[in-house]
């Protein structure tokens, strides 16, 4: 099956720095990349949704501003978490939808620590 | 909206026994596709099986089968001779069609943990 991975895996930081959190779909194209953020032992929860060469769409009460997610490739999405906060501290999925046949693979996920 | 519930948070079966997991979901789209994934500890998730709602015939894949009750609105999971590799996290997905605009992301359930005894 196809795959999708994630850079990096795990990440702690100091609180008011930026991490940038990177997916990519190794051997497919992919127009539409989503994240989710997972909270423990909880569902999953869409963030945003990336777009290739536009701007992503944000689901009602994620800022944008905060979250920053850029997708200039066709296997290539990232998401930046601005002036991080302990509250910032989570696991993170990337998905990629796959543009032939719209299936969507999962990327392995990123626990984020925040200090 | 589109919502998905799964009422059992927590489930339990013994191995090679059998066990189903509940999903009912919510929705005026006649058209729309749903999914059972698998979340181990790795936390990796699984495309376990897909049901297309237009399909009558339930989806199978090897042990893992479900029962798509269209007008009830009911997705649930049958699990056949549980192994110990099948305790997971599993959440029940719901995805609306391309063409209606969507861009096809999953509005996921809030899981069941799936234990397995041996």
């Known amino acids: 099956g196809a795959v999708v991975s994630q850079h990096p895996s795990r990440v702690i930081c100091k609180s008011g720095t930026s991490v940038k959190i990177e997916c990519r779909s190794l051997?497919?194209?992919?127009?539409?990349m989503f994240w989710y953020r997972q909270f423990p032992k909880k569902s999953l929860m869409l963030m945003a949704t990336?777009?290739?060469?536009?701007?992503?769409?944000?689901e009602q009460g994620v800022e944008k501003d905060k979250f920053l997610i850029n997708h200039a490739s066709l296997t290539l999405s990232t998401l930046t978490v601005t002036s991080a906060h302990p509250e910032d501290s989570s696991f993170y999925i990337c998905s990629a939808r796959e543009d032939r046949y719209n299936e969507q693979f999962f990327g392995p996920g990123t626990r984020l620590t925040v200090l | 909206a589109q919502t998905v519930t799964q009422s059992q948070p927590e489930m339990s079966v013994q191995e090679a026994e059998t066990v189903t997991l509940s999903c009912t979901y919510d929705t005026s789209e006649s058209d729309y596709y749903l999914f059972w994934y698998k979340q181990p500890p790795s936390r990796q998730m699984i495309l376990v099986i897909r049901?297309?709602?237009?399909?009558?015939q339930n989806a199978t894949e090897n042990r893992f089968s479900v029962n798509f009750q269209k007008a009830a609105k009911s997705f649930s999971l049958k699990i056949s001779d549980s192994q110990l590799g099948d305790a997971a996290m599993y959440f029940c997905?719901?995805?609306?069609?391309?063409?209606?605009?969507?861009?096809?992301?999953?509005?996921f359930g809030k899981g069941t943990k799936l234990s397995v005894k041996p």
């Open positions: 990336s777009n290739e060469g536009s701007k992503a769409t944000y």
């Open positions: 051997d497919f194209q992919a127009t539409t």
């Open positions: 049901q297309e709602a237009y399909k009558q």
């Open positions: 997905a719901y995805r609306s069609p391309l063409y209606g605009g969507s861009q096809g992301n999953l509005i």
